[in-house]
Nanobody, 117 residues
Framework: QLQLVESGGRLVQAGGSARLSCAAS????????MGWFRQAPGKEREFVAS????????SYADSVKGRFTISRDNAKNTVYLQMNNLKPEDTAVYYC??????????WGQGTQVTVSS
């Protein structure tokens, strides 16, 4: 089992910034592609960003491109999501995800980000 614990969620004004962290334990972190997803009230969970195992390739949802940056530190077993220029529509519970060959897949418990207008 790979355990994932998110932190950093908070209330922030529109235009502000927040940085989410996801700390992993229990397995070799660098074996996993890491991602961030989010779920707003009444909506399905959606992809936000992902980063490959070595941190050399990233992918983003169109809605966050240019505002969010995903990164990872394999020495610290941690993945980050830097969120800038936040908008009210970014309000959601943000979940960390770890995937290995689409066979082993783990989720964190989520952290709430609320953006006020």
């Amino acid at each position: 089992q790979l355990q994932l614990v998110e932190s950093g969620g908070r209330l922030v004004q529109a235009g502000g910034s927040a940085r989410l962290s996801c700390a992993a334990s229990g397995r070799t972190f660098s074996n996993y592609v890491m991602g961030w997803f989010r779920q707003a009230p009444g909506k399905e969970r959606e992809f936000v960003a992902s980063i490959n195992r070595r941190g050399l390739s990233t992918s983003y949802a169109d809605s966050v491109k240019g505002r969010f940056t995903i990164s990872r530190d394999n020495a610290k077993n941690t993945v980050y999501l830097q969120m800038n220029n936040l908008k009210p529509e970014d309000t959601a519970v943000y979940y960390c995800n770890a995937d290995r060959m689409q066979v082993f897949n783990y989720w964190g418990q989520g952290t709430q980000v609320t953006v006020s207008s």
